[in-house]
């Protein structure tokens, strides 16, 4: 089925990465969303970043110590630019962003690590993949607007799951179908009348091929979803739209004309990785 046949993407439980280091993980992914998000870049690029972090320190080939899980992060990032076709964060960059903590040497060196861990499956589909290949089948369905609003939601859900160890493991089709369902609990009954949209949930499952026993993992999911949600809302500044790009995690806009607040954020950015260095050397 659609959801059975994407196993190569799913990382066994004993594979997500130990205790200690969530809370690291969570903030470089924070870290790289500031950094696209600073840069213009396309945030799906975090979810490819990501998939390359997990997947590499679900192999044997390296160490999860402080300056390599920093390193890996960035050269993630860096490969998952360069992949999409992004020349935005070039190497040279990436070094400055670390305030020069690695060189380019060190990072090529992790690059190539990565490939060859990865054994060069570096085209994954994400969740955002499934979202949109869902969605599509929906488009004779549903209003355009409607449509809309169920996508941006969605995607929303689908990048705020990269934060989260508990989703290192699931498949991203799953994740996928619960970013969907969750969005279409967030229109409004006026908008979608309920026994409608209860049609296109079936429509939705039905062309998913979801079977009953992994129903479970969607509903699981949700409701971590949901909870992810919510705390990202807590975190984004009042003047900010999270219903136009999805912005999370405390990060500023990237459409500000402000050459100075620019100049605070390229820094802020810079300083997020190095402070790092303080925050594992405590543990």
């Not at 992790?110 to 969740?127: C, Q, Y």
């Not at 969605?135 to 409607?146: A, D, F, G, N, P």
């Not at 009953?212 to 705390?231: F, I, T």
Request: proline content about 2%.
């Amino acid at each position: 089925s659609f959801i059975e046949n994407d196993q190569e993407n799913r990382l066994s439980d004993s594979d997500v990465l130990v205790r200690e280091k969530v809370v690291w993980r969570e903030k470089m992914c924070s870290w790289c969303y500031s950094v696209v998000d600073h840069f213009s870049v396309d945030r799906g690029v975090v979810l490819v970043c990501m998939s390359f972090f997990d997947r590499l320190f679900a192999t044997d080939k390296v160490t999860c110590s402080a300056k390599l899980f920093k390193l890996a992060a960035m050269c993630s990032l860096y490969l998952a630019c360069k992949i999409s076709g992004s020349a935005l964060l070039s190497m040279k960059l990436l070094v400055e962003l670390s305030r020069n903590e690695f060189t380019i040497s060190q990072m090529t060196k992790m690059e190539i690590m990565i490939l060859r861990a990865l054994k060069w499956h570096v085209n994954p589909p994400t969740s955002l993949c499934f979202i949109r290949e869902i969605l599509s089948h929906l488009t004779e369905k549903l209003e355009v607007t409607i449509l809309e609003k169920i996508y941006n939601n969605a995607c929303f859900f689908a990048e705020v799951s990269v934060y989260e160890s508990y989703f290192v493991s699931m498949k991203p089709s799953t994740i996928a179908l619960a970013s969907i369902l969750n969005a279409l609990e967030m229109i409004d009954s006026t908008e979608l009348e309920i026994t409608f949209r209860s049609s296109v949930i079936k429509q939705i499952l039905d062309f998913a091929q979801v079977k009953e026993h992994l129903l479970n993992d969607v509903e699981s999911a949700q409701g971590v979803l949901w909870k992810s949600r919510w705390r990202s809302e807590e975190c984004t500044p009042s003047n900010a739209n999270p219903s136009s790009n999805m912005r999370v995690m405390n990060m500023q806009t990237s459409n500000t004309k402000s050459a100075e607040l620019n100049r605070k954020r390229f820094s802020g950015i810079s300083t997020g990785i190095s402070s790092c260095n303080e925050q594992f050397s405590g543990e």
